[in-house]
């Protein structure tokens, strides 16, 4: 089998050893019982940081505040817009139950909004607790609808999306620790930590008169953005040293009514909330990350949309040589953290999953809502046992750029061919392709959140992963690279002859 057939029949090797297990920690890798034998390799691989200045920001998590970077000493900051989700057919009860004020006299039949709040729900908060921030709320603009059928990244300008001369509808200072509460309220199962910002009773004045005399506006949420309520943008605009994590944010309208049957009066409260069914987006702005990405020493990663890390693999050197007729049974690959400085100002936290994709595809992988593949993209988690990543099995990676590459050559030269051009050999082929494809041998390490779900087959209990995004918290780590070069110990098999 000469050097060019070997290469285009790898794919169909690798996909009949990949369908008899699910787990690549030993694909392909035989006994000599089998006929076959091993050999390993060990090759350098490179890596460097490189800037990962915007993500995908549709998310259902947003960031709001402002927090000093340690290792940089600059700020990061962000800031966030908000649809809000209307269920299909909303209803309010109805007009003649409503309960208003007339001159001081609680009556029926007037549809009065008695107070209007929004809430923004917190699981996290990075910095301290007792920094005083300011918030600052606005509405956004009808003529400029955040659409659902863009996609919107997390250096995007969410101001563009308020009307001209916006002013806010409301502001707020806060610290984390509400201390309007006691230690008790605090401490309850029942209570989530939340910031309350008061917004004028004539917004929800105004909801609920669009409500009676435009019910259709609220048959679903595509409606309501756009003929009631666009969103909000919510940013501050004091403070320094306090980051939050907000899961949900809701926008609550208090109102009486009265039974139909009697004259007792309730209180009503109407929700609608940020979900994942609207768009959420937040905007971030990492301050001067140049200084880190020109430091050999190590390499870095660094989220949201910070630094990422790239890695160059030898593949050609991997096919080259003694193993020009072996076939790669496995390659794997770890990267080891670096402790912590225990000074750190602010320990940001180590991200727990990481995704390795083809350099090329980074920003497609996320845009398209991919999942890892296992042949041109794989996740791995992080081991707090061994302070390190590690990516098992990367054998398929390496055949399909290798294969991709001779494929290229047969096409180029059959097309020069009938030209009646002369063709490369593999020799000049490897210098123009890698003049024409850079990144052809390159991957990123960037930092995911990912999800799974679990199913039984004949095989046992199958994870399957349904979705990877980006990692939107806030994490710094430095891997051991840059001037030291990594290793990939390789596995090889051939037939005993």
Known sequence: MNHLQKYLLLPLVMLMTAACDDNTNTLGIYSDGDGITNSTSTYEITTRSIKLDSVVANSARNFLGCITDPETGTDITADFAAQLYCFENYKLPERDCMIGEVD??????IVQCDSCEIRLFFNNCYGDVNNPMKLQVYELSRDNIISEDSTYYSDVDL?????????????????PKDYNLSETALSSSKYNNNVRIVLPRQLGQRIMDDFYAHPEYFANAYHFIRK????????????KGTMLSVYVGTMNLFYRFADTLNDSIYEGVTRFAAT??????????NEDVDVLLARTECTYLKTPAGICTEMTI???????????TDSVSKASITLTRYNKSQDDQQQFGTPAELLMVRKQDMYSFFRNHNVADGRTSYTTSFSSTY???TFSNICRLLSYCMHEKTQALVEENKERKSKGLS????????VEWAMRNPDWNKVVLIPVATSSNSYNSSYGNINQQVSVSHDLSLNSVRLVGGDTKLTMQVVY???IQ
């Open 104 to 109: 001081g006299v609680a009556t029926r039949g």
């Open 159 to 175: 101001t563009k999306f308020l009307p001209a001369g916006a002013t806010p509808l409301a502001s707020r200072v806060f610290t």
């Open 228 to 239: 009631v309520l666009p969103g909000f943008y919510f940013r501050t605009s004091g403070g």
């Open 276 to 285: 994942p069914e609207v768009i959420q987006s937040t905007h971030f702005d």
């Open 314 to 324: 030898p593949v050609d050197e991997v096919f080259a040589g003694k193993h020009a």
């Open 387 to 389: 302070n390190s990543y």
């Open 423 to 430: 063709t490369y050999s593999e020799a000049e082929w490897d």
């Open 493 to 495: 098999s051939k037939f």
